[in-house]
């Protein structure tokens, strides 16, 4: 298993209260990612755990995309990646942050 870690910074703070949310499942390539309200206001935590070792410049510009588009601001994000293509993780990263700023139910 590779681990990578990226502190970036993030534009605009993610929106709504929910303190966590959780998308994906590690199984058949793809990906589990949970994010949390855990990180400075002006910052995106993202920790990667992965079997396919030696993308981390993939990972990181996978990331540095999903920080630049969407309202990061403020999470620690985990991602247990089962071997998931870089549109899968952007896809997850997206509904991560939709399903934070929904409100609790």
Known sequence: ???LSFR??????AGGTRMQAIVGVVASGNLEVL????APADSCMIDITTAAHG?????EAVVRDFVDRRPAGGLRISIN???ARPDTVALRLAQGVRKIEEPER
């Open 1 to 3: 298993m590779e681990t």
């Open 8 to 13: 970036l910074s993030a534009s605009t703070r």
């Open 35 to 38: 994010l949390e309200r855990a």
């Open 55 to 59: 993308f981390g410049a993939v990972w």
């Open 81 to 83: 990646d089962g071997g």
